[in-house]
């Protein structure tokens, strides 16, 4: 049974930084894209950040880019994103999501989902 568990949320003040952690049970877990998603209240699930099953490429969405970093360790089978000077608007439910094939930035092409950690940023 494939499991992704996401840690590593919290309430944060604007400026501040977290890092977002998505354990997962896969069995190839180095044979896996994996991607980090947000969905605000109301608004669809979006894009933030995705890297290729070697760790050797990433790709963000403009509005993270220069702040947020995606990393992995497959020895650990986990999956990280660090989220630096933080803003009101990241305030989201935060997900990881993991993918065979090249990097891809849609939702609905990731075939395995974790439950999420909630991020909030006050002003």
């Known amino acids: 049974q494939v499991q992704l568990v996401e840690s590593g949320g919290g309430l944060v003040q604007a400026g501040d930084s977290l890092r977002l952690s998505c354990a997962a049970s896969?069995?190839?877990?180095?044979?896996?894209?994996m991607g980090w998603f947000r969905q605000a209240p109301g608004k669809e699930r979006e894009f933030v950040a995705a890297?290729?099953?070697?760790?050797?490429?990433?790709f963000y969405a403009d509005s993270v880019k220069g702040r947020f970093t995606i990393t992995r360790d497959n020895a650990k089978n986990t999956v990280y994103l660090q989220m630096n000077s933080l803003k009101p608007e990241n305030t989201a439910l935060y997900y990881c999501?993991?993918?065979?094939?090249?990097?891809?930035?849609?939702?609905?092409?990731?075939?395995?989902w974790g439950q999420g950690t909630q991020v909030t940023v006050s002003s």
């Open positions: 999501a993991a993918r065979v094939g090249t990097l891809v930035v849609v939702p609905n092409r990731y075939a395995y």
């Open positions: 896969l069995r190839t877990f180095s044979s896996y894209v």
């Open positions: 890297i290729t099953w070697r760790g050797d490429s990433t």
